[in-house]
């Protein structure tokens, strides 16, 4: 039986948690609500996704290497919520309290650390479940890695992905710098939509493929937009394309999970999370 690893989008969690759920604060007036849902997906997770090892991954904030290679890198999103901030260091408290590893490293965005530990632990023969919903993601899908979309509920391998995009997970970075990104304020080639850059890349496999079958591509404007903009696909290119190796701490003791139920359970007094509680002692009765 094989090894698993599961590797979280903790950054992901996070926001999803601040927009999704009311405003909360405790008894000391501190916000609370991001940090209520976090520690409601980490029982969740804990509960669902047996592992031997389990990584929490997590931005740095918002300067990375992608910031220097091109300035307006998602300069189009507006200043994280001051409320929210002040709820960053508690949710690496509430995974200290879950027994939970933490990654960041300066620099870099989360799902750099997730590409750089899937890498290295499928190269250990471990499988790896990335827990997460971003497709941003869903270029490190092999026979070895699989992501969980928790949103839908949902394992995601390579026809899964090949279903939803037109693509192998292996094409992925070629798709996303042709069709670019709006939220990321990533350029792309004018023109090119999804369905186009899948036939396209169905058709030709790779950028460079494309791009030595220039003259075979019938649609006029499509041809002239990839010739005259092929420096900011290059640019796109280098965005969306995760670094698989980072400079990590490769001891991956430190991922088994370390659960002490009565450090979680003074964690969760703390900020008055009653409800959570009684979700985290049924886990403990359930694992016993």
């Known amino acids: 039986m094989s090894r698993v690893a599961a590797l979280v989008d903790g950054s992901g969690f996070m926001y999803r948690a601040y927009y999704g759920l009311p405003q ?3 008894d000391r007036g ?3 609500g991001a940090l209520y849902g976090f520690c409601s997906m980490l029982i969740s997770l804990l509960d669902k996704h047996e592992s031997d090892l389990f990584c929490i991954a997590m931005d740095s904030g918002r300067q990375t290497f992608r910031s220097e290679i091109y300035a307006a890198y998602k300069a ?3 200043e994280t919520p001051p409320d929210l901030k002040l709820q960053f260091p508690l949710m690496k408290e509430a995974c200290i309290a879950f027994g939970a590893h933490v990654a960041s490293k300066t620099g870099f965005e989360a799902d750099d650390l997730i590409a750089t530990y899937a890498r290295k632990l499928s190269a250990k023969g471990y499988e790896v479940r ?3 919903s971003d497709k941003d993601l869903m270029q490190l899908v092999d026979e070895k890695i699989s992501m969980f979309d928790p ?3 949902k394992v995601i ?3 899964d992905v090949k279903a939803r995009y037109g693509v192998l997970p292996s094409q992925m970075i070629a798709l996303q ?3 670019g990104d709006s939220t990321d304020n990533i350029p792309g080639v004018q023109g090119v939509g999804p369905k186009t850059a899948s036939k396209l890349l169905n058709e030709f496999k790779t950028l460079e493929g494309i791009y030595q079958n220039i003259d075979k591509i019938k649609q006029q404007k499509i041809r002239e937009n990839l010739i005259r903009q092929k420096d900011v696909l290059e640019t796109s ?3 969306v394309a995760l670094d698989n190796d980072v400079d990590i701490d490769e001891n991956f003791d430190d991922l088994v999970v370390s659960i002490d139920y009565n450090r979680t359970i003074n964690f969760l007094n703390l900020h008055n999370f009653s409800s959570l509680i009684g979700r985290w002692t049924k886990l403990r009765e359930k694992v016993r």
Do not use: F, M
């Open 24 to 26: 909360l604060t405790n």
């Open 30 to 32: 501190q916000p609370v």
């Open 76 to 78: 189009n999103r507006s």
């Open 130 to 132: 990335i827990i997460a």
């Open 151 to 153: 949103l839908r509920s």
């Open 157 to 159: 391998g390579v026809e």
């Open 177 to 179: 710098a042709l069709t």
């Open 237 to 239: 290119l280098k965005l």
